[in-house]
């Protein structure tokens, strides 16, 4: 990766400007083809549709900002995309799961490379999930105006100062990026990250499977048939929601999804009883589909039904245990610089506790195993001991007695 050393915490963007039109987009993207790297960020309206709406773009090269209008009558957007796609450019988002969503659903691709730096801050002493806002103004030295974070980005015409609000989230994030890089490279610390940036490389991650979607509502509780009816009903509103273009609960809401599961009507008067449906949509095209998705469920044969996710059962009394782990995660995270959810989980913890090294977690593998998942399978095996010296919480080893 290439260095560009005129970017520091005391850069200033020479231009900042709106492009409305493909030919001034193509001029701009030209010259970035040949930069190491370039910021980008997006805004975008999601309250009433099911794919994101994108309203502007802002891109950060090393010596201009500008911010493109989608919108704007006859844009496209094929020279952004373009340089997207070069592969030796990376592409630096912060938080960039939601950009990249869009930029998929758009062109069918995402971008590559790519670069989060919310991601990176996580291993560099930043924390859970830092904020644009918090990260700049640590390392940018920066004070955001954030007057216009709940503006309406699709009406026009745009105001100079929601302009300026959307130029920033690439313009110190250039200072920013180049921080947590020489950070991670100077520290040894670029693969931990690998494993958060993998995700977001993956189409999958923003693709979910309709057949899957079922596992995200609360209050399945139930049997294999009930599950079975209950997947075909979520597969059903999530295929109609994107076709729509509506949110999912803008179509059935997950309590009338389950309440359905449960009853599996057969018929258009006995869905018309499902509390919040409705008798216009119980009888309508709508309670058809309804129908013909319980009846795809109930046809499932059993040896299809889908499987309740259950975790291990945890031995008794492990409770302690883990809550020691944790503790020693804790300490970890906080003299490592990084954040604690990226080296374990909860669950992951909860696990080592019961099933020591026969636990299959992250947390055992790696960079992580290197700095805490061997202190925590010896602290388990009681070789390790957690004390207080000075009000500081200290690592001990102890000391087998008999073996002397």
């Not at 950060?60 to 997207?84: F, I, K, N, R, S």
């Not at 258009?268 to 309804?290: C, V, Y």
């Not at 010896?378 to 957690?386: C, D, V």
Request: proline share 5%.
């Amino acid at each position: 990766m290439g260095r560009d050393s005129r970017a520091d915490s005391s850069y200033t963007f020479l231009v900042m400007t709106l492009i409305t039109n493909t030919d001034a987009l193509r001029v701009f993207c030209a010259p970035l083809h040949s930069e190491p790297f370039i910021t980008v960020d997006t805004e975008f309206m999601r309250e009433k549709t099911y794919w994101p709406q994108l309203c502007l773009v802002q891109i950060g090269g090393p010596d201009a900002a500008v911010a493109v209008d989608p919108l704007a009558e006859g844009m496209d957007l094929t020279p952004l995309y373009e340089l997207l796609d070069n592969q030796h450019v990376t592409k630096v988002f912060h938080a960039a799961r939601q950009d990249l969503e869009i930029f998929l659903h758009l062109s069918n691709r995402l971008p590559a490379p790519l670069f989060d730096t919310q991601i990176a801050a996580m291993v560099c002493g930043f924390g859970e999930s830092v904020g644009y806002e918090h990260l700049v103004s640590k390392l940018a030295n920066a004070r955001l105006d954030k007057g216009s974070r709940f503006t309406d980005w699709a009406m026009r015409p745009l105001s100079d100062r929601q302009i300026k609000y959307a130029m920033a989230d690439v313009t110190h994030l250039r200072v920013a990026y180049q921080k947590l890089r020489d950070q991670l490279e100077c520290e040894n610390r670029t693969q931990w990250i690998e494993e958060e940036m993998e995700v977001l490389r993956d189409p999958a991650t923003y693709r979910p499977d309709p057949m899957k979607i079922y596992q995200r509502i609360k209050g399945k509780s139930g049997n294999g048939r009930f599950l079975s009816v209950l997947r075909e009903l979520a597969a059903w509103r999530e295929r109609e929601a994107q076709r729509r273009d509506v949110p999912r609960n803008r179509v059935v809401r997950d309590e009338i999804l389950v309440e359905i599961a449960h009853h599996t009507p057969e018929n258009s008067q006995a869905l018309s009883r499902t509390r919040g449906l409705g008798e216009k949509a119980a009888h309508g095209p709508m309670g058809d589909a309804i129908l013909d998705a319980v009846k795809r469920g109930l046809l499932k044969p059993k040896d299809q039904w889908p499987q309740r996710s259950t975790r291990p059962d945890l031995p008794r009394g492990i409770s302690p245990t883990a809550d020691l782990i944790k503790v020693l995660l804790k300490k970890v995270s906080e003299d490592a610089n990084v954040a604690g959810r990226l080296i374990a989980s909860s669950a992951e913890v909860d696990l080592i506790a019961g099933f020591g090294e026969n636990a299959d977690v992250p947390a055992l593998r790696g960079w992580r195993r290197e700095i805490f998942g061997e202190d925590a399978l010896r602290l388990r095996a009681g070789e390790l001991a957690l004390a207080i010296k000075g009000k500081q919480l200290t690592v001990r080893e102890i000391i087998d007695q008999a073996a002397e």
